[in-house]
């Protein structure tokens, strides 16, 4: 679905454990990594989205995660042109961003419950590990969503730890 400036919307899930770490996942074929993102259908809410997203790309499901906060606006990002291909006129995401913290064990994890899989593995890195990392298009995006969040992860610790 896009919007009228050729945005495709999307959401997109920082996912937490109990210890402030983020999870990160490798996309399949060493493909590059990235946190959990996905289209939003027509008729569907964000967090209706979110949800699904989150089941289809990590397997988990609302019980295994509380959710902390989501970004207070849309955060767009443009695609570079090599990869702009669906739909036709996409020039790029406007994402709504949610930080679910994970209440179950690792082993919840898995990524067989969608048609293709997303993620081949994932670990769990420092908070600011993937601004450095991620894609050179979607740098900035991380870091606005990440500072946007810090404060709710703070809260939901207890205390400070970057």
């Avoid at 937490?16 to 809410?45: H, I, K, L």
């Avoid at 609302?62 to 739909?87: A, M």
């Avoid at 995401?93 to 919840?108: C, N, P, R, S, T």
């Avoid at 740098?139 to 500072?147: A, H, I, K, M, N």
Wanted: aromatic share 12%; charged share 25%; net charge neutral.
């Amino acid at each position: 679905m896009l919007d009228g400036d050729g945005f495709r919307l999307n959401v997109g899930m920082v996912l937490m454990n109990a210890r402030g770490q983020v999870f990160w996942g490798q996309r399949p074929r060493n493909a590059g990594w990235q946190f959990p993102q996905g289209g939003v259908d027509d008729g569907e809410s964000a967090e209706q989205a979110m949800f699904r997203e989150l089941r289809e790309e990590t397997g988990l499901s609302p019980e295994h995660v509380r959710v902390l906060g989501r970004t207070q606006d849309w955060v767009r990002y443009h695609l570079p042109r090599r990869f702009r291909r669906k739909p036709p006129g996409c020039v790029g995401q406007k994402q709504k961003w949610f930080l679910l913290e994970v209440i179950a064990d690792d082993d919840a994890i898995h990524f067989d419950t969608g048609t293709k899989a997303e993620f081949a593995s994932f670990e769990w890195v420092s908070w600011w590990y993937p601004v450095g990392q991620v894609v050179p298009f979607k740098r900035d995006v991380y870091r606005r969503v990440l500072s946007e969040m810090l404060p709710i992860r703070d809260a939901a610790l207890g205390h400070v730890i970057d």
